[in-house]
């Protein structure tokens, strides 16, 4: 069974240009969140999108933004990148929306690691 | 304050040894505790959950202390292969969504 598709896996993007970095859910999954993992810290909460409705948003600014297909597939885009921004992106599906364990566990694609110069 | 505090390290520890890492965390009202394992350059990976009443998984024990909003995890004869960065990881309820809070994670190094 396939898990967690994230893509590009790299990507190198001048600063002022936008990206859109792409995340295939476990199928039947019904939930994605997305988090930014800056090197050296933990993984920040961004986006959670479940049922294809936004249910929560982080502390980023409004240069980022996502969505989620009626294939429960999502996008997150981010607009005038910043040097900032270069980061590990990565992508989290679970079934329900509660992130735990057993049937709510949480499984994250290898990410997308974004370079902006 | 961060909302989930640890120790960075690293911990240099050879094979064999027993090593502990600590985490606090702020929002009184988290729900679900859990410890991930993150390899150089990978994704995160479920651990273990954490519960009052103490877990363990083989050479792993989680413990939460609710009271003092603390966690922790204990590694017992540790390997080589358990050199990696771990991290503490809270969901919490906010305004109507849940979400995963990771600490910064604690790097392990076991030497031979």
């Known amino acids: 069974d396939a898990g967690v598709t994230q893509s590009p896996t790299h990507l190198i993007k001048t600063r002022g240009q936008h990206v859109t970095l792409r995340c295939s859910p476990i199928s039947g999954h019904k939930s994605v969140s997305w988090y930014q993992q800056v090197l050296g810290q933990g993984p920040q909460f961004i986006f959670q999108y479940y049922e294809k409705e936004e249910r929560g948003r982080g502390n980023f600014p409004d240069r980022f933004s996502a969505r989620q297909f009626p294939n429960y597939s999502s996008e997150l885009n981010v607009n005038a990148l910043l040097l900032g921004d270069s980061a590990l992106y990565l992508c989290?599906?679970?079934?329900?929306?509660?992130?735990?364990?057993?049937?709510?566990?949480?499984?994250f694609g290898q990410g997308t690691r974004l370079t902006v110069v | 304050r961060k909302e989930v505090e640890q120790d960075p390290g690293p911990f240099n520890v050879p094979e064999g040894a027993t090593v502990a890492f600590n985490c606090t965390y702020s929002?009184?009202?988290?729900?679900?505790f859990f410890w991930y394992r993150q390899d150089c350059r990978k994704e995160p990976k479920l651990l273990m959950s954490?519960?009052?009443s103490g877990n363990e998984d083989g050479r792993f024990t989680a413990q939460l202390n609710r009271a003092s909003q603390y966690i922790s995890l204990l590694i017992r004869d540790s390997k080589l292969s358990d050199s990696a960065t771990y991290l503490c990881v809270v969901n919490t309820r906010n305004t109507g969504f849940q979400k995963l809070v990771f600490g910064t994670g604690t790097r392990l190094l076991v030497s031979p």
């Open positions: 929002n009184s009202a988290s729900q679900s």
């Open positions: 989290a599906s679970s079934l329900a929306e509660l992130a735990g364990k057993g049937d709510t566990e949480a499984f």
């Open positions: 954490v519960y009052s």
